[in-house]
């Protein structure tokens, strides 16, 4: 199996996984970048993911569906361009020979899913659409802190060997916030450095992996004392016991950063 970011837009990332004829494509926003690689690879689209139903993720279904024949398969909760197959947190699929399971992880938008497939060339990967960035998670735009935080903390069992495969190139700016967070996680600097040299050379930071987010990421990382305190610095009403506490504060401070 090859898992490929394809850059779309500004900073989005459409990911493809293939193994070498067969192909699915998860939110493509754009069908250009997936049509220019279906056919530089010469593969075949069988299935289109998609995670919520923002124009980024969704823009490029329709063209997709129409050239290839590609089943789309989405969350049952919302708009999207249809005919799509509604999925929830009770199904269980096999796409490329490979099981897949559904996570609904709300918050980003209300009905945001998440996709897991716990083996694909060795290790499981996850396309989390816009609820996890490397570093940092997605803004609520119809989701509540609590929410967010729960499907933050489902997707933080996942096994730590998980790739993370984001929608979106965010890590230098969130690495940034989390540094302001944590300014003496050591894991953390080492990583900035690693992810600026990355970018210099124009080469995505992404996928990353769940063990590293789990030792980076303030947003997963709410029951550390550091982060709680430095919650509780910018909100001080924020309960340094409670996570889901740290997290709202964290999450308002950096829709300020």
Known sequence: MNLLPLPAFSDNYIWLLHDGKQALVVDPGDASPVQAALQAHGLQLQAILVTHHHADHVGGVDQLRQATGATVYGPVYEKLPEPVLRVDG??????????????????????HIAWYCPDAAGAPVLFCGDTLFSGG????????????????????ALPHNTRVACAH????????????????NAALLQYRAQ??????????????????EL??????????????????????????????????????????F
Request: charged residues 15%; contains cysteine; hydrophobic residues 40%.
């Open 90 to 111: 009770t199904v269980r699929m096999t796409l490329l020979g490979l099981d897949w399971q559904v996570l609904e992880v709300p918050g980003h938008t209300a009905g």
């Open 137 to 156: 998670c997605g803004r609520l735009f119809e989701g509540t802190p609590e929410q967010m935080h729960t499907s933050l903390q489902c997707l933080a």
């Open 169 to 184: 190139e965010y890590t230098l700016s969130n690495l940034k916030f989390a540094c302001a967070v944590e300014p003496n």
């Open 195 to 212: 992810c600026e040299m990355l970018r210099q050379q124009q080469r995505p930071t992404l996928p990353s992996t769940l063990a590293r």
């Open 215 to 256: 030792a980076i990421n303030p947003f997963l990382r709410c029951h550390v004392t550091q982060v709680a305190r430095s919650a509780q610095s910018f909100a001080p009403a924020t309960d340094p016991q409670q996570p889901a506490s740290v997290f709202a504060a964290l999450r308002e401070w950096k829709n300020v």
